[in-house]
């Protein structure tokens, strides 16, 4: 059973084809709310010049097409800190995702990595980035934040001398290990408002997840789990 409710009325006629083609597919259906804070975020990110373009961060074609997934605006970003921490594969994201997954590798990550390690970060394993899909594939639920390309998966990370770490694997394996993944995630909480790790339920066992998503009647409530 289908049950969007559509941004506005000119979503109306073509998508319910383009979704119901979908659920004769086997997709699952989710719900959506009416938000019009994420395209008033969206515009003033893009008003405001913080992208800074580059090979690593390029523009992309509009995501999601008449469905309410997507945005208008999308950026592939290939590497953070100016192409020394690869993203693998590249990530699709909307604008005020761009600058705040600079701010946290370099802030968050990058230092994590020189203390627990004595090695710069090099590479990230990206999970997941666009994807127009329920919370949790779960047939029925909200729009993901994934669906608008305002989350981030991460699933390991790779430093300078060749150490891997995974969620999968380190955030309970050595103590160097876990060390690292726990100041990550504490870290994460200052630059993401959602933030899900291993700790929050199974479906996160072996990523971060990190989204801008607003919570909270205010829009201000932050989630680190
Ligand atoms: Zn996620």
């Not at 993944?181 to 700790?199: A, E, I, K, M």
Request: some cysteine; charged content about 20%; proline content about 5%.
């Amino acid at each position: 059973m289908w049950r969007i409710e559509w941004r506005s009325v000119k979503f109306l006629a073509v998508p319910c084809v383009a979704l119901l083609l979908w659920g004769c597919g086997g997709a699952p259906s989710f719900v959506a709310k009416n938000e019009p804070w994420r395209n008033d975020e969206e515009s003033a990110c893009m008003a405001s010049n913080t992208i800074r373009y580059s090979p690593f961060i390029r523009t992309h074609a509009a995501l999601g097409g008449p469905s309410v997934c997507g945005t208008a605006k999308p950026f592939e970003m290939a590497a953070a800190m100016n192409g020394r921490v690869v993203l693998k594969p590249a990530a699709l994201l909307r604008c005020p995702m761009i600058p705040q997954v600079e701010r946290w590798v370099k802030q968050v990550v990058e230092p994590a990595a020189r203390y627990h390690y004595g090695s710069m970060l090099v590479e990230m394993s990206i999970a997941g980035s666009y994807n127009c899909r329920p919370m949790n594939h779960v047939s029925g639920a909200r729009l993901s934040e994934h669906g608008y390309a305002n989350a981030l998966d991460v699933s390991g990370f790779t430093m300078s001398n060749g150490h891997r770490v995974t969620l999968k694997r380190g955030w309970n394996g050595s103590a160097q290990d876990q060390a690292f993944l726990r100041d990550v995630h504490q870290g994460s909480c200052r630059f993401f408002t959602t933030v899900l790790s291993p700790n929050y339920d199974r479906a996160h066992h072996d990523h971060f997840h990190l989204d801008l998503a607003r919570h909270g009647s205010g829009g201000l409530k932050r989630i680190c789990k």
